[in-house]
């Protein structure tokens, strides 16, 4: 699998972002998705998660703020992002499991100035 993640930037506190990730080389109707974020200093979590057949879920920082989708005739996924935070600061990751394996896009960089 190859993923592609784009969308990052700098923002103020209060504002949106939509992050992008492009998938390829998988069936990815197939596949379950998810965003993972990795702030500096800190070990990687997961924001969210959305299954092949569309359900989704979320981490207790973000509920409410963020929604993640998926475009299965795009091959993508994206994760809306709103009413940031100076702590929603990090490197947001795409990420799906495949063959067992948990794979990684190359991250895109989110910043929320305060």
């Known amino acids: 699998v190859q993923l592609q993640a784009s969308g990052g930037g700098l923002v103020q506190a209060g504002g949106s972002l939509r992050l992008s990730c492009s998938a390829s080389?998988?069936?990815?109707?197939?596949?379950?998705m998810a965003w993972y974020r990795q702030a500096q200093g800190k070990e990687r979590e997961l924001v969210a998660s959305i299954t092949s057949s569309g359900v989704t879920t979320y981490a207790n920082p973000v509920k409410g703020r963020f929604i993640i989708s998926r475009d299965n005739f795009g091959d993508a996924v994206y994760l809306e992002m709103h009413s940031l935070r100076p702590e929603d600061t990090a490197v947001y990751y795409c990420?799906?499991?495949?063959?067992?394996?948990?794979?990684w896009g190359q991250g895109t960089q989110v910043t929320v100035s305060s």
């Open positions: 990420s799906t499991v495949e063959r067992g394996l948990r794979r």
């Open positions: 080389r998988i069936i990815f109707r197939a596949y379950d």
